[in-house]
């Protein structure tokens, strides 16, 4: 027995495998999220287009998908948040990490996925890269022709601004 490479700690074949074989129904966003990822692991591209939304079919790309699976390397899966997404809701939202690597370069794929229930099995609807959090400055940024603050007298532009 093997543990499930989508990272839950659980055997595969009582995680994921029922879910990407057809024998059972991701009971959760969350769950459906942790199978689209073993599916890239386990060659399943077909599970991954069954699994999209109707309403999102239109410009899903299956030699793409598949191109990409198996030319990367799947190193991890990090689940960040969940918001609703559970057997009652009809919407989810998961945010997550998967770690790979490609053409040699270790990448981040983080992206807060949308779910969305209808009669009774979850579909992904989309994704959305999340935005980067705002910068703060300790302190006030320089002008090029402030005073450089190293207190030399120069201007910054002529100085540590050069």
Not at 72 to 90: K, Y
């Amino acid at each position: 027995m093997s543990n499930c490479p989508c990272g839950s700690g659980r055997e595969y074949a009582a995680c994921c495998e029922p879910v990407l074989s057809g024998a059972a129904l991701a009971a959760t966003a969350e769950a459906l999220m942790r199978a689209r990822y073993s599916a890239y692991i386990e060659g399943e591209i077909s599970f991954l287009g069954d699994s999209l939304h109707p309403g999102s079919r239109h410009d899903w790309d299956e030699a793409a998908t598949r191109k990409w699976a198996e030319q990367s390397q799947w190193l991890g899966l990090e689940v960040r948040a969940t918001e609703n997404g559970l057997e009652d809701d009809e919407e989810g939202m998961v945010e997550f990490i998967a770690t790979y690597k490609e053409d040699g370069l270790l990448k981040q794929h983080h992206e807060r996925s949308l779910f969305r229930k209808e009669n009774g099995r979850w579909y992904y609807v989309d994704g959305k890269l999340p935005a980067p959090e705002t910068v703060k400055r300790e302190t006030p940024k320089v002008g090029r022709n402030d005073p450089c603050p190293c207190g030399s007298g120069k201007k910054y532009k002529k100085c540590c601004g050069a």
